[in-house]
């Protein structure tokens, strides 16, 4: 069975420090892949996404996340945070036909202003 | 921007009672989910539903578990006799279809089984 990790529980950083939030997946073929934001006291929403293409996939609010297939990693990026970039990010893959993810346990990132 | 709506916020209930939650899909998305997150824990998959039916559902949703879509607006997950292990944070999520595969998911459910 798919399954995603993601390594670091909680990061903080200042403002203006660079990001990357490691992911890797364990599944070797053909994957489709996602970066979910939760802000504090709020819902689940879309980052990003990978499904083919140019490994160097771009998202809102300036964040980044680059595919490396021999890694098995989708590690998400932003060159600089600001303090509302605090928030809870969840990396998945997607589990089958039906559309149903399958998240990592998340990383809550807190940027100290 | 049309959202994912999920009633109630937070639910409290004693161990071995029914209890539904309830969710308003967007309303031309066609795929519906619910996921769960117990504390500390990763968000799951609990099941997938398309046309009317179970499209898909993983080991979690047993026999306890069902899912609705009465009305043809309201999706709800209904938990038959609760158990403490139950207590958890629910999720519901709509796509519309397509290749896109993007979720859109609603705020969540707190159920708290005491």
């Known amino acids: 069975a798919q399954s995603v990790s993601q390594h670091n529980h909680h990061v903080i950083l200042s403002e203006a420090a660079s990001l990357e939030l490691g992911c890797n997946y364990s599944?070797?073929?053909?994957?489709?892949l996602f970066w979910y934001v939760q802000y504090p006291g709020q819902h689940l929403q879309l980052l990003l996404k990978y499904f083919s293409g140019d490994p160097l996939v771009k998202g809102i609010k300036g964040f980044e996340a680059e595919f490396i297939k021999s890694k098995f990693s989708f590690n998400l990026r932003k060159p600089s945070v600001q303090w509302s970039d605090t928030a809870e990010y969840f990396c998945?893959?997607?589990?089958?036909?039906?559309?149903?993810?399958?998240f990592g346990k998340g990383t809550k990132l807190s940027v100290k202003p | 921007e049309p959202e994912v709506t999920q009633t109630p916020s937070h639910q409290v209930t004693q161990m071995g009672q029914e209890v539904i939650l309830r969710c308003v899909p967007i309303s031309n998305h066609l795929y519906f989910y619910w996921y769960r997150q117990i504390l500390g824990q990763k968000v799951e998959f609990l099941v997938s539903f398309y046309n009317n039916e179970i499209s898909e559902k993983s080991e979690i949703f047993d026999d306890q578990f069902s899912v609705e879509r009465p009305d043809g607006s309201n999706f709800t997950l209904k938990i038959r006799s609760t158990k403490l292990e139950d207590s958890a944070m629910y999720f519901c999520a709509s796509m519309n279809g397509g290749l896109s595969y993007e979720q859109y998911f609603g705020p969540g459910t707190r159920l708290t089984v005491t």
């Open positions: 998945a893959v997607l589990g089958g036909s039906q559309g149903n993810l399958i």
């Open positions: 599944y070797g073929g053909t994957v489709n």
